[in-house]
């Protein structure tokens, strides 16, 4: 019987991601330790990597009756997710560290792992789908059954490699078919509330955290109108994106929004909401799944946040690394670091980080 490594989070997903595994695969369970409070300045407890989970986790794997270890990638995750995530806050950007924890840690540092113990394949407990289309000999991403719960977004930047070495066990399942076979076997974790933050931001609170992170203090600067009038002060450029309103503290009749972020002379810009919509941006860093290069324009639908609603667009090859995306019509909040994932379809077309508006 081929072995599996299957990511164990703690959580009711990966729990019956598990389950759904041993009944096919020799399976080790692995539940991945990627920092600890100290490092992040926190004292949470009720963390995705706290002792809890972990313990959460091992008591799965001894109820299905498989071998568990902790695999410790602090300093990985310290170098590819926390400290990328500080700076591009630092630059003005907004990164998504919940795709780079996938990208660099789940399907890059686990894979190697699961090869190492002689592993056929690693499982996760993400909804999504993976299927090997013959015609054009790709491996290919789709989007999960549980439409709510589909996280093709965040896998958007797997490679044909990790395509190929990766098992959705959720994605042809409903969230509530999953926690109803979790509770049906007995696990402990059944009705354990999924993560919504960041995980090593418990609080969402960005700005605090970069200072606690760095030990540095943010440096205060101006707000001002898009005709360079100060509004006000803000707390430094690192407690801002694009979009944001709340927290401004601008004392005003009229309600404004983070249009630009201005690092070089530490300006947040503000303006009323249409200045936040654009109709055009460009990205890198790309990663095509459905086809292997863009030869001419080709219609998508694209998403440039996860909880956003797919969006017509026109996307062109610009550069070796470089996209352009032309939408349909203007939308809100296009911010420098985040992921924009292209679809056709059910179908991941492919995704890069906005680099241009």
């Known amino acids: 019987m081929e072995k599996a490594l299957i990511a164990m989070s703690g959580g009711v997903d990966s729990s019956?991601?598990?389950?759904?595994?041993?009944?096919?695969?020799?399976?080790?369970?692995?539940?991945?330790?990627?920092?600890?409070?100290?490092?992040?300045?926190?004292?949470?407890?009720?963390?995705?990597?706290?002792?809890?989970?972990?313990?959460?986790?091992?008591?799965?794997?001894?109820?299905?009756g498989m071998p568990f270890y902790v695999l410790n990638f602090e300093e990985d995750f310290k170098e590819k997710v926390i400290s990328n995530f500080v700076d591009c806050y630092q630059k003005g950007m907004t990164p998504n560290p919940c795709i780079d924890c996938n990208r660099f840690i789940k399907f890059e540092k686990f894979m190697l792992k699961a090869r190492e113990l002689g592993c056929s394949c690693i499982a996760t407990g993400?909804?999504?789908?993976?299927?090997?289309?013959?015609?054009?000999?790709?491996?290919?991403?789709?989007?999960?059954r549980d439409t709510a719960k589909d996280q093709s977004y965040v896998l958007a930047h797997?490679?044909?490699?990790?395509?190929?070495?990766?098992?959705?066990?959720?994605?042809?399942?409903?969230?509530?078919?999953?926690?109803?076979?979790?509770?049906?076997?007995?696990?402990?974790?059944?009705k354990k509330h999924d993560s919504q933050d960041i995980c090593f931001v418990p609080n969402g609170n960005y700005g605090d955290f970069i200072c606690t992170y760095t030990g540095?203090?943010?440096?205060?600067?101006?707000?001002?109108?898009?005709?360079?009038?100060?509004?006000?002060?803000?707390?430094?450029?690192?407690?801002?994106?694009?979009?944001?309103?709340?927290?401004?503290?601008?004392?005003?009749?009229?309600p404004y929004y983070v249009s630009k972020i201005d690092v070089k002379n530490n300006i947040v810009e503000v303006a009323d909401e249409a200045a936040v919509y654009g109709m055009r941006l460009r990205a890198d860093h790309l990663n095509l799944i459905l086809v292997k290069d863009i030869e001419k324009p080709v219609r998508v639908k694209a998403k440039i946040r996860y909880r956003q609603a797919e969006q017509w667009a026109t996307v062109k090859k610009?550069?070796?690394?470089?996209?352009?995306?032309?939408?349909?019509?203007p939308q809100r909040a296009i911010t420098l670091g985040q992921t924009i994932v292209l679809y056709q379809g059910d179908c991941v077309f492919g995704a890069g980080i906005i680099s241009k508006k």
């Open 126 to 144: 993400h909804y999504a789908k993976v299927e090997y289309d013959k015609e054009s000999g790709r491996y290919l991403l789709k989007k999960a």
């Open 16 to 64: 019956v991601a598990a389950l759904l595994m041993s009944r096919k695969y020799e399976c080790i369970g692995a539940n991945m330790r990627l920092y600890d409070n100290e490092t992040v300045g926190t004292k949470e407890a009720k963390t995705c990597c706290s002792l809890d989970d972990a313990m959460d986790a091992r008591r799965v794997a001894d109820k299905i």
């Open 158 to 190: 797997m490679t044909q490699e990790q395509l190929a070495f990766a098992r959705f066990p959720l994605g042809n399942m409903c969230k509530s078919e999953t926690r109803a076979m979790a509770e049906k076997h007995g696990f402990a974790n059944a």
């Open 216 to 254: 540095e203090k943010a440096e205060e600067g101006y707000f001002t109108d898009p005709g360079g009038n100060i509004l006000g002060k803000h707390r430094g450029i690192w407690y801002y994106t694009i979009g944001q309103r709340k927290g401004l503290g601008i004392s005003s009749t009229k």
């Open 318 to 329: 610009t550069g070796e690394d470089e996209i352009e995306v032309e939408f349909d019509k």
